[in-house]
């Protein structure tokens, strides 16, 4: 028969069993720690000490009857766990030993047990009576100092820009006529120029600093204000005033910037047509040049031929028309021009059409239109020349004689837009989160009806794994982000192939992202989170189409993968396919360890918190998903199947490497950033942030991996429960990391998250 007293010196053990056996997820690093406390305890006798170290013996766990013996003895105390306490069981066996009266020497190393295995209250209090819980959230780590990591060097202009969002202009309210709503957010861009910060990406001459990493920070906070907001602010001085700088020259910028970046000039970019949106190069405008009356005829030649989902057309009274330029008979590809909307009374201009797109699913506050075109006379001067122009004499000219080259260069220089579209989604995300997050530490729901009080919804493990993982996925983000926007706004980087490479799969990866969390946070906060008030839906509405924003996701995944077999060097092509077996002098050449059973089927905690394990196991699928695409396009092509038919039959895998490449590319950017924190404690809290966002993205894709034979059913599994245990680890300090996105109080106006 089991006993079911016990003396102090085993006593003082059994909270710690009894939850490290209700945990089932005892490793082999986590009994090194805990036999090594019993090793050290030299008030334990020979006796006591073999009771506890059979006890670790995962081959023969404690029988059932034992851990009820160890409930009663736990129950039977009346002692109640206090949550607040710095190692709330520790507090706890202590009282246990006490209560007896006992003289035992208390072994105080076994807070090492709670702090070394990661044992956090809300793993085990419903196996407690709890007394109160004295704090929501942890002040362990502070949300300032997260916020300052974030903001880097602009920090003073960043606080600065977010206490200007505090002005009443910029108050939240739902405005459900679209002429009403378009009329607040002009006001709202009008006040921004006025205040300088419109022209913030431009150079010093025409009222800006230059500083487009600034910009973007700027354009993505403001979607804690308003989606229209954020995209009407964007399409005004990043894609209008953005493809004057990028594409055109100095002449252009003195007749332009100023006014654009003041929003005394309001533009639209008319790029996207009804019959054509991803495919660029084949819009149907054209622009002819006339050479008697040295100028340029825009026109729509056909029914589904007109640029159509223009932000500012209502407004607007410019738009950079992207068109196919026409010189002597000969297409010379996309290029842009300015072409006047409307005159300085507002009138329509002679041969100028448009059509308002009327109501969406969000983004209500922005003027969507058609634009058509019919034989639309502009000046030569309104070609914008920086990559091809039209001489004097008549004749075209460009530095770059490959138009391939030529119109992917051009392309390249508005990368940046995809870049801020990605912020501003990631922004919606990161409201999202705020608002479920604050909601969840307010709301209670069900007990075991032997408490009075109802526990916290944040504190279901279910709903901390909802919610935790997507944290810290947009904190790997943000820094991916912020990394790339850098890079990006080097001037010294002539080449922007790569770079346009990284931003088309970051940018289909993020924005998906970003829908997924905002329905998530959406379930997450219930009823609650169906109401406009709390903003969650509207966020759903506006963020959604980011998605088709500047690119469509499944366009630019095969962009990126495109990129990536090609390494960076031709456009595919028949001629051109050569370039995909550059990568195979890489071929899988993996070591065996990478397939062997001993390594597919490793379980540690130090094994699987590794980042070198998460750098390997997305630089597998990388290369795998690459040399097999390839593989299979050659096979193909062998077959006497035409290139582009082979793309074809691969499309899917191709997606599949573009979001393989993407996630490797976000974890390495995030795990080097990592390394330049000088805080300690701040940069473990990030290093195990990207822990958890690793091993989220391994577990999601586990049945590749497991096809593969990279992983093993018991690694796969031991992801998943280390997956769960790391959101449960974060829940004392979850409030503060949604803190540290930095959302002023201001903007945070959900009644749910006060």
Not at 52 to 59: E, F, I, K, R
Not at 207 to 231: C, K, Q, R
Not at 293 to 309: L, Q, R, V
Request: with cysteine.
């Amino acid at each position: 028969m089991i006993k079911t007293t016990y003396p102090p010196s085993i006593l003082q053990y059994i909270p710690f069993f009894f939850v490290i056996w209700s945990d089932d997820l005892l490793t082999l690093s986590e009994i090194a720690v805990v036999k090594k406390i019993i090793d050290d305890d030299q008030n334990l006798s020979k006796k006591d000490r073999e009771t506890l170290n059979s006890w670790l013996n995962t081959a023969q766990p404690p029988l059932d009857t034992e851990i009820k013996s160890w409930q009663r003895a736990i129950s039977n105390s009346g002692i109640k766990l206090v949550e607040g306490d710095n190692h709330p069981l520790t507090s706890f066996s202590k009282k246990l030993i006490s209560q007896n009266g006992s003289e035992h020497v208390f072994n105080e190393d076994l807070s090492a047990i709670e702090t070394n295995l990661g044992i956090q209250p809300n793993h085990y209090h419903h196996l407690f009576e709890v007394e109160v819980v004295l704090e929501k959230t942890s002040n362990f780590y502070d949300p300032k100092e997260i916020d300052q990591i974030f903001k880097g060097t602009n920090h003073r202009e960043i606080d600065e820009f977010r206490e200007a969002l505090s002005n009443s202009i910029f108050s939240w309210e739902i405005i459900k006529n679209k002429e009403n709503f378009r009329e607040k957010v002009l006001t709202q861009v009008q006040y921004l120029a006025k205040a300088g910060y419109g022209a913030m990406a431009y150079p010093e001459a025409y009222g800006g600093t230059g500083n487009m990493p600034l910009y973007a920070t700027i354009f993505e906070n403001l979607m804690y204000v308003d989606g229209s907001l954020t995209v009407k602010f964007g399409v005004q001085f990043g894609l209008f005033g953005g493809s004057i700088q990028k594409l055109g020259t100095k002449k252009h910028h003195d007749r332009y910037l100023t006014a654009i970046g003041e929003a005394k000039l309001l533009g639209c970019f008319a790029m996207t047509e009804t019959g054509h949106g991803s495919n660029v190069r084949g819009i149907k405008t054209t622009a002819t040049y006339n050479k008697e009356e040295d100028n340029i005829t825009i026109h729509t030649p056909g029914k589904n031929d007109n640029k159509e989902y223009i932000g500012n057309a209502l407004h607007g009274t410019m738009a950079s028309v992207f068109a196919q330029l026409i010189v002597d008979g000969k297409n010379h590809g996309v290029h842009a021009i300015l072409v006047p909307l409307r005159d300085s009374e507002n009138r329509l201009m002679p041969g100028v059409r448009i059509e308002d797109n009327g109501y969406k699913l969000g983004l209500n506050g922005v003027d969507n239109g058609k634009i058509w075109f019919d034989q639309v006379k502009v000046p030569r001067e309104n070609l914008l020349n920086k990559y091809g122009d039209i001489k004097s004499d008549g004749s075209y000219y460009s530095d770059i004689k490959n138009p391939n080259k030529r119109f992917f260069t051009m392309l390249g220089t508005l990368v940046g837009g995809r870049i801020c579209v990605a912020k501003g989604a990631l922004s919606g995300a990161k409201m999202s989160l705020a608002i479920a997050v604050k909601y969840a530490l307010q709301r209670r729901q069900f007990n075991d009806n032997l408490k009075i009080q109802e526990d916290l919804i944040m504190d279901y493990p279910s709903h901390q794994l909802r919610l935790t993982p997507a944290i810290a996925k947009s904190y790997v983000y943000q820094i991916t982000l912020d990394s790339l926007m850098k890079i990006y706004s080097d001037d010294s980087i002539t080449d922007k192939r790569k770079i346009e490479t990284q931003v088309a799969g970051l940018k289909a990866i993020i924005t998906w992202f970003a829908n997924e969390t905002i329905q998530e946070c959406r379930e997450a906060c219930g009823g609650k989170g169906y109401l406009l008030e709390n903003r969650i839906a509207d966020l759903k509405g506006d963020v959604d189409i980011f998605t088709t924003f500047e690119g469509d996701n499944t366009v630019l995944l095969q962009l990126a993968a495109k990129g990536i077999m090609s390494d960076f060097n031709t456009e595919f092509n028949s001629a051109g396919f050569s370039a995909v077996f550059k990568l195979l002098g890489t071929q899988i050449s993996d070591k065996l360890v990478t397939i062997n059973p001993i390594y597919a089927n490793k379980v540690d905690k130090e094994h699987l918190y590794n980042p070198k394990f998460h750098q390997h196991a997305f630089d597998y699928r990388t290369r795998r998903l690459t040399y097999s695409a390839a593989m299979r396009i050659r096979d193909y092509i062998k077959k006497g199947v035409p290139t582009y038919q082979a793309f074809l039959k691969v499309q899917t895998h191709l997606i599949a490497l573009g979001k393989a490449y993407s996630c490797e590319l976000a974890y390495n950017t995030y795990l080097q950033f990592t390394e330049t924190i000088e805080d300690k404690k701040n940069q473990q809290l990030f290093q195990k942030l990207g822990c958890l966002f690793a091993l989220s993205e391994i577990r999601e894709d586990a049945s590749w991996y497991l096809e593969q034979g990279y992983l093993g059913g018991t690694k796969s599994k031991a992801i998943r429960q280390r997956v769960e245990r790391l959101s449960t680890e974060f829940r004392p300090h979850i409030e503060v990391l949604v803190d540290g996105f930095g959302i002023p109080d201001h903007c945070l106006t959900a009644p749910i998250s006060r």
